[in-house]
């Protein structure tokens, strides 16, 4: 298949990659890092005037329309820079209330969301859940609303969110609820545990008692499982970004640093593990367009995603591996810009379960005989 960019991604791609290169230097990320929030609001302010925010999101919710492909774009770009903004949750946050979500959500939502006013995070993940598919929170009617009760993990940059997408099992089933809140404790029926995580977001586990929520699509419908989808492509979209961007400062450093007279890229070891690492990125960019293909003709979507999933989980963290060994000790030294691409794909290849819990989803897939051929 060929997967080349048409006009209007290479087009988002030009505009993120130059944003991205000007405003997330090693310098300015390494002092958004000793802010309160972890996130780049500038950065943030400067991805919604130029309509970025909203570049998946439909015309109609103030978006440019172009839908997850644009969104991946846009994320690998972010992945290279390892700019610390929290774009992933919010857009496919936004996307699941644009399409699954009620009049009012949409409205009071989607416009802020694309212009940067406002932001979104999900809150896929349980501690000890075997498959986010079927999270352990419990969602209770409660007249034309419902109450949450549960614990979700490591809820993604939830400070200044105007509102988290949680899942949790109704009677019906799985399915998306909305909580809308500006307090920073937690909202009304439920408490954050602030925690960094791996790749230095301020994360934040929370614990719900009872909040008030509203669902966005119906409990037992395909709302839940359509958004594990996109945001499984939008991490390996991402961590392709953050592989390519590794990539790019091994060759940078072992082009300039000289051993016995000569560069260090011109060693044949030094050659086969770049050649290595470039494979891998390959194979990782190939899948995630499958992926991409796959869920906007909605056919074979599920095997698609595991397998883009697994590729970035497994690979995108060998190769960030494989280039801090390729830098020596400066690879582990935080002053060096290359630890946060290892610290990144670190995250990434454990969020919403890691390579080894792919691959046994993958495996059930492929023997119920529901996988395209």
Same mark, same amino acid.
């Given at each position: 298949?060929?997967? /080349? ?42 991805? =919604? %005037? ?10 109609? $919710?103030? =978006? ?10 846009? !994320?690998?770009?972010?992945? %290279? ?10 857009? *496919?946050?936004?996307?699941?209330? @644009? ?53 979700? $993990? ?6 200044? @969110? ?44 929370? /614990? ?22 996109? $945001?499984?492509?939008? !991490? @390996?979209?991402?961590?392709? =970004?953050?592989? #390519? ?20 890229? /011109? ?5 086969? #593990? !770049? ?13 995630? &367009? ?16 595991? *397998?883009?999933? &697994?590729? $970035? ?10 280039? #801090? ?8 030294? *935080? ?36 996988? @395209?051929?």
């Amino acid at each position: 298949m060929d997967f /080349t960019l048409d006009d209007e991604l290479e087009a988002v791609r030009e505009l993120a990659g130059k944003i991205f290169s000007d405003r997330a230097r090693t310098d300015r990320v390494r002092l958004v890092e000793g802010t309160s929030t972890g996130i780049d609001e500038e950065l943030w302010a400067e991805l =919604g %005037r130029t309509g970025l925010l909203g570049i998946a999101l439909p015309e109609e $919710a103030g =978006g440019a329309g172009l839908g997850l492909g644009a969104l991946c774009v846009l !994320l690998e770009e972010q992945g %290279r820079a390892v700019a610390p903004v929290p774009l992933w949750p919010s857009a *496919v946050a936004a996307l699941a209330v @644009a399409r699954h979500g009620t009049a009012e959500q949409r409205e009071s939502l989607l416009p802020g969301v694309a212009e940067g006013s406002l932001r979104l995070t999900v809150a896929l993940e349980e501690f000890g859940a075997p498959d986010p598919a079927e999270p352990g929170c419990v969602a209770r009617r409660d007249g034309d609303a419902w109450r949450l009760t549960g614990v979700k $993990a490591a809820v993604p940059s939830p400070f200044g @969110a105007v509102g988290v997408l949680v899942s949790a099992t109704a009677e019906t089933g799985p399915g998306l609820f909305l909580v809308v809140s500006d307090d920073p404790t937690g909202p009304e029926g439920g408490a954050w545990d602030r925690v960094e995580t791996t790749s230095h977001d301020r994360g934040g586990h929370l /614990t719900l008692t009872g909040a008030s929520a509203t669902a966005v699509g119906v409990p037992g419908g395909g709302a839940l499982r359509e958004t594990l989808h996109r $945001a499984a492509v939008a !991490l @390996a979209a991402v961590q392709l =970004g953050v592989a #390519q961007g590794a990539l790019r400062h091994a060759v940078t450093h072992l082009s300039a640093r000289r051993q016995f007279g000569r560069p260090l890229a /011109t060693f044949q070891a030094v050659q086969h #593990q !770049l050649a290595d690492c470039y494979i891998d990125i390959d194979a990782m960019r190939v899948c995630l &367009w499958q992926a991409v293909t796959a869920l906007g003709a909605e056919e074979g979507a599920e095997a698609a995603v595991l *397998v883009a999933k &697994w590729w $970035a989980g497994e690979a995108g963290l060998t190769v960030a591996h494989r280039v #801090q060994h390729l830098h020596g000790g400066i690879g582990v030294d *935080v002053d060096y810009p290359v630890h946060r691409h290892f610290l990144w794909a670190r995250q990434i290849s454990g969020t919403l379960g890691g390579p080894s819990a792919d691959l046994a989803r993958l495996g059930a897939v492929l023997a119920s005989g529901t996988a @395209a051929p």
